[in-house]
């Protein structure tokens, strides 16, 4: 199975500023990475498909990158919306469609 | 609009049965995938069990595997899960979730339904 590992597991940032989270897979997964948001008590919510493409909807301050392991979600101009926690999927191998342990953020 | 909406959880005893339902609208049902995933307080999102649109494709989690049924009935446009031998595990938010059309992915998911296995 591929593993996701992302990181930081949490942190913590100011309105306006600029966020990154990182996440690695344990093999090359080409770029068959997505990126979801979960706010409190809601499920979650499709932001980036094929590691860069921003699902219709999503504000353009969400992007991604990378390819092969390594990949990034970031976020530009934070706003207090934002505060969620965010996780990566993988759908290069499956079974199993594995996530990434998430990585809350807090607006401070 | 797309709208997924699940049901069917509640208390049940450790070993004991349910049968999760998820209701399809605002799509053509039998041409896309379905997914359900769970959200437990241990182990975050966990991919469960796919099924195909109407090939018969479906996998599970080892997880879940011979214990849990993922079903359709496109005519009825609804999803389900058929969970035996529940454990307390299992315990969690259970969401069914639209299937990519080129890749896995989830979009949209539903609104989740609650199981707790607990005597």
């Known amino acids: 199975d591929i593993q996701m590992t992302q990181s930081p597991s949490s942190l913590s940032a100011s309105i306006g500023e600029r966020v990154t989270i990182t996440c690695r897979a344990s093999?090359?997964?080409?770029?068959?990475l997505n990126w979801y948001q979960q706010r409190p008590g809601k499920a979650p919510k499709l932001l980036i498909y094929t590691a860069s493409g921003l699902q219709s909807g999503v504000p353009s301050r969400f992007s991604g990158s990378g390819s092969g392991t390594d990949f990034t979600l970031t976020i530009s101009n934070l706003q207090p919306e934002d505060s969620a926690t965010y996780y990566c999927?993988?759908?290069?191998?499956?079974?199993?469609?594995?996530f990434g342990q998430g990585t809350r953020l807090e607006i401070k | 609009e797309v709208q997924l909406v699940e049901s069917g959880g509640g208390l049940v005893q450790p070993g004991g049965s349910l049968r999760l339902s998820c209701a399809a609208s605002g799509f053509t049902f039998s041409t896309y995938s379905m997914n359900w995933v769970r959200q437990t307080p241990g182990k975050g999102l966990e991919w469960i069990s796919y099924?195909?649109?109407?090939?018969?494709?479906?996998y599970y989690a080892d997880s879940v595997k011979g214990r849990f049924t993922i079903s359709r009935d496109n005519a009825k446009n609804s999803l389900y899960l058929h969970m035996n031998s529940l454990r307390a595990e299992d315990t969690g938010v259970y969401y069914c979730?639209?299937?990519?059309?080129?890749?896995?992915?989830?979009?949209?998911w539903g609104q989740g339904t609650l199981v707790t296995v607990s005597s």
């Open positions: 093999q090359s997964i080409n770029s068959y």
């Open positions: 099924i195909s649109g109407t090939n018969g494709t479906i």
């Open positions: 999927q993988q759908s290069y191998d499956v079974p199993p469609i594995t």
């Open positions: 979730a639209r299937d990519g059309v080129f890749v896995h992915l989830f979009d949209p």
